[in-house]
């Protein structure tokens, strides 16, 4: 599998995905924060399985935050998932 991540892992990232998703909820000036939390969902996501709702949150970020240092990384990624999820 992509993430192959433990039970303590995926216990964490349920944590770490309702905190970004609060910070996200915040409407905050800096782009680079709330673009990195939005990257965060999507990831926190994926290493939970859920590799429908990863997709849909990379792809909102590199929707929502073009400009993000991160984007060109996340698209790779993105191109990961997506294939994954196809098979």
Same mark, same amino acid.
């Given at each position: 599998?992509?993430?192959?991540?433990?039970?303590?892992?995926? @216990?964490?990232?349920?944590?770490?995905?309702?905190?970004?998703?609060?910070?996200?909820?915040?409407?905050?000036?800096?782009?680079?924060?709330?673009?990195? @939390?939005?990257?965060? %969902?999507?990831?926190?996501?994926? @290493?939970?399985?859920?590799?429908?709702?990863?997709?849909?949150?990379?792809?909102?970020?590199?929707?929502?935050?073009?400009?993000?240092?991160? %984007?060109?990384?996340?698209?790779?990624?993105?191109?990961?998932?997506? @294939?994954?999820?196809?098979?």
């Amino acid at each position: 599998t992509l993430f192959p991540y433990t039970t303590l892992f995926r @216990s964490k990232s349920k944590e770490a995905l309702e905190y970004y998703q609060k910070y996200l909820e915040f409407k905050t000036t800096d782009k680079q924060k709330s673009g990195t @939390s939005q990257l965060k %969902v999507g990831l926190c996501y994926a @290493s939970l399985a859920d590799m429908q709702k990863a997709i849909i949150g990379l792809e909102i970020f590199i929707k929502e935050y073009p400009e993000h240092k991160l %984007v060109d990384d996340t698209k790779k990624t993105l191109t990961l998932l997506k @294939s994954q999820d196809s098979e």
